[in-house]
């Protein structure tokens, strides 16, 4: 089992540009998750899924889009990137979503924006 | 709103010395409680999680937690550090299928 893998591993964007974070988990786990990570202010839920075809906003959702066409994978798109959205991009995943379920984190992307 | 507190941003321990990680929580009904810790690099790992019952939850790694509600309290603590727990500990608190609110962190820095 690999677990929940994202890609890139940094990646830096000039302001406007538009980009993929890729997720995926081989657990057969229904619900993910995003979440960002900035100094300071803990972890901050972007977008969640609870199943495929299925997504829902989170926290923070503007400038984000995400779906869900399969149980793998769950990638984010930045639209139009603009340097607020300069931070560590995180992946988790869970069985059923509960809070009975323990989240998997993927180990991360850290973006800049420039 | 829920929020979690993490009043300490960083603390160094030394090695072999107790550890105390402080956290407080503001929710209005009985809270899901977890600490995860992220190692430099890496993704967040769950240490331990309560959710109702022994208000002390034992975890991995030799961490505990205890749960206080008259101190709306979940503070970490591991009777004795190794170098190897010199990481990043987040506090969360969980409002509903899987919308955990974060702590902003504490550093916890070893000493030989």
């Known amino acids: 089992n690999a677990g929940v893998t994202q890609t890139p591993k940094f990646q830096v964007l000039k302001t406007g540009q538009s980009m993929t974070l890729q997720c995926a988990q081989d657990?057969?786990?229904?619900?993910m998750s995003w979440y960002r990570q900035d100094p300071g202010m803990g972890l901050r839920l972007i977008h969640y899924s609870v199943g495929a075809g299925i997504t829902d906003q989170g926290e923070v959702p503007n400038g984000y889009n995400v779906s869900r066409s399969t149980t793998e994978d769950f990638p984010l798109r930045l639209l139009s990137a603009a340097p607020s959205q300069t931070s560590v991009y995180f992946c988790?995943?869970?069985?059923?979503?509960?809070?009975?379920?323990?989240?998997?984190f993927g180990p991360g992307t850290r973006l800049t924006v420039t | 709103a829920q929020s979690v507190t993490q009043p300490d941003i960083h603390i160094t321990v030394s090695e072999g010395a107790s550890l105390e990680l402080r956290c407080n929580y503001s929710?209005?009904?009985?809270?899901?409680l977890f600490w995860y810790v992220q190692s430099p690099g890496q993704g967040l790992q769950l240490l331990l999680k309560y959710f109702s019952g022994d208000t002390l939850v034992q975890g991995i790694k030799g961490f505990e937690a205890e749960f206080k509600r008259s101190q709306s309290s979940f503070n970490l603590r591991k009777p004795s550090v190794h170098w190897s727990d010199a990481a990043e500990y987040f506090c969360?608190?969980?409002?509903?299928?899987?919308?955990?609110?974060f702590g902003t962190g504490t550093r916890l820095l070893v000493s030989p």
């Open positions: 988790a995943s869970s069985k059923t979503g509960t809070e009975f379920d323990e989240q998997y």
């Open positions: 657990m057969n786990h229904e619900y």
């Open positions: 929710y209005g009904a009985t809270p899901y």
């Open positions: 969360a608190v969980g409002r509903g299928f899987q919308k955990l609110v």
